[in-house]
């Protein structure tokens, strides 16, 4: 597909619908079943989309950017539904509750190092965790009501953290470098870190479905670390 003119630093899957954010500072929608480069494109952002994530219905679609705005759009709208202004630094990470609808989490760069959570159903700003470092990532455990967080400068870390409290249950180190990359397995039991010191590390963190409980990871000692690959 040839379509932006400038390097692509986001992409979201909905359904057969790619989403894709660029340097161009546009948003396109390509279906992977039409022979066109893209089907729509979206415009609203000042500089760099970094950041791009649909809500689990796949009717709200979340972008940040390097100008530090925050948007949600409706699947088929041409302009923001909702304009978020709050953070002070670009807007990268950016997670969606699948417990609960419309609710929004996303993180700050550098200059902001906050996690921020609204509610896109009332339009409301919910809370601001500091986390005294750069927000690089974000991923919402589907088991439990529980989010992890990657770190670049200061710190490098992960933090697992309880929802709504925004407790610390779980603070896991060994990478050297900003971890830039974070995903969760399809059990949703193991995530994988990925950073700039060229290592994939591997995490137990979360309860299988099955054995759910109120105190999670923290109080049982679950969190352990697997593996780690280097190149």
């Known amino acids: 597909m040839e379509s932006h003119r400038m390097r692509v630093g986001a992409l979201a899957w909905n359904s057969s619908l790619l989403s894709s954010g660029s340097r161009d500072k546009s948003i396109l929608h390509h279906d992977i079943r039409a022979q066109d480069d893209y089907i ?28 530090n705005r925050l948007y949600v759009w409706n699947q088929h709208s041409a302009h923001p539904v909702l304009k978020y202004t709050e953070h002070t630094a670009a807007v990268k ?6 417990h609960l609808h419309g609710l929004l989490a996303s993180g700050g760069g550098t200059a902001d190092r906050c996690i921020r959570f609204w509610n896109t159903t009332t339009n409301m700003h919910l809370n601001c965790v500091d986390t005294g470092s750069q927000v690089c990532n974000l ?54 870190t990925g950073a ?3 290592t994939l590390r591997f995490w137990n963190v979360f309860p299988s479905p099955k054995s759910q409980s109120s105190d999670s990871l923290s109080s049982i ?6 593996r780690s690959y280097i190149r």
């Open 40 to 67: 729509s494109r979206l415009a609203g952002h000042k500089s760099e989309v970094c950041g791009l994530k649909w809500s689990y219905d796949n009717r709200q679609l979340a972008s940040g950017g390097n100008d």
């Open 93 to 98: 990470a950016i997670a969606w509750s699948p």
């Open 139 to 192: 991923v919402w455990s589907k088991n439990v009501n529980e989010l992890v967080s990657t770190h670049g400068y200061s710190q490098n870390q992960i933090i697992v953290w309880r929802y709504p409290t925004m407790s610390k249950l779980a603070t896991l180190t060994g990478h050297t470098y900003r971890v830039l990359y974070l995903a969760i397995s399809p059990d949703g039991q193991t995530i994988v």
């Open 196 to 198: 700039g010191d060229e």
């Open 221 to 226: 000692g679950a969190t352990s670390f697997v």
